[in-house]
């Protein structure tokens, strides 16, 4: 069974667009994360969030929200794409109240705006 | 701000060789620093260091922290060709995750 599963896999859109793309983890965890990986492989924090605080790095713009409809599961939407959104995203989850900070990867999600 | 500096940012070695991977960090609330390896998918963990002086070993791996010096080293020993691959350090303070550039590693054979 797949810990962190992500969909899609690959998502090509026109700028403009809205999309969403999916998280799911089924380890129990209470934190689950996305980060952004671009061209140049820095891979970018941006959203930590359980089920008592949203962490939101600054940098990133309000265009990209996180949605969170349970604890499994935590949605990436983006409003009004634009093509320097084009990345590789990976939702990540760990549990914080254990003994090690693992965070567990899905698979990621390669989104290129037109 | 938070700041995670690898170095190098990129290394080809051949295959014997012996690596060793920096990472050096200034992070308030410091609570511990993982090292992932990132092939073409997702980051895998290797190693959660959250204490000085202690080396972490697995395989060939190994890697330090020095929490007065605020640095950590991954040392790889006898270097193969599937090794190569990003190298992610990651430093986790109070509620976040601050991750480095990662050092991009090149096996040659």
């Known amino acids: 069974d797949t810990a962190v599963s992500q969909t899609p896999k690959y998502l090509v859109t026109q700028m403009g667009n809205d999309k969403s793309i999916k998280c799911e983890q089924n380890?129990?965890?209470?934190?689950m994360y996305w980060y952004k990986q671009d061209s140049k492989k820095f891979l970018k924090i941006m959203f930590s969030?359980?089920?008592?605080?949203?962490?939101i790095n600054e940098t990133v713009p309000n265009r990209f929200s996180p949605k969170s409809p349970d604890k499994a599961h935590l949605n990436l939407h983006i409003n009004s794409l634009e093509l320097g959104d084009s990345a590789v995203y990976f939702c990540?989850?760990?549990?914080?109240?254990?003994?090690?900070?693992?965070?567990?990867f899905g698979p990621g999600t390669r989104l290129t705006v037109l | 701000e938070d700041k995670v500096v690898q170095s190098p940012l990129s290394l080809v070695v051949h295959e014997g060789d012996t690596v060793t991977l920096n990472c050096s960090y200034e992070?308030?609330?410091?609570?511990?620093l993982l090292w992932y390896k990132q092939e073409k998918k997702a980051p895998t963990f290797l190693f959660m260091l959250?204490?000085?002086?202690i080396e972490k070993k697995s395989g060939r791996l190994s890697s330090i922290l020095d929490k007065k010096e605020l640095f950590s080293i991954l040392n790889i020993t006898a270097t193969q060709t599937g090794d190569s691959a990003i190298y992610l350090c990651?430093?986790?303070?109070?509620?976040?995750?601050?991750f480095g550039d990662g050092t991009t590693l090149t096996v040659k054979p």
């Open positions: 990540a989850s760990s549990q914080l109240t254990s003994s090690t900070d693992t965070q567990y």
């Open positions: 380890l129990g965890h209470d934190t």
């Open positions: 969030y359980n089920n008592k605080e949203l962490i």
């Open positions: 992070v308030t609330n410091f609570r511990s």
């Open positions: 959250t204490s000085s002086g």
């Open positions: 990651a430093v986790y303070s109070a509620g976040k995750s601050t």
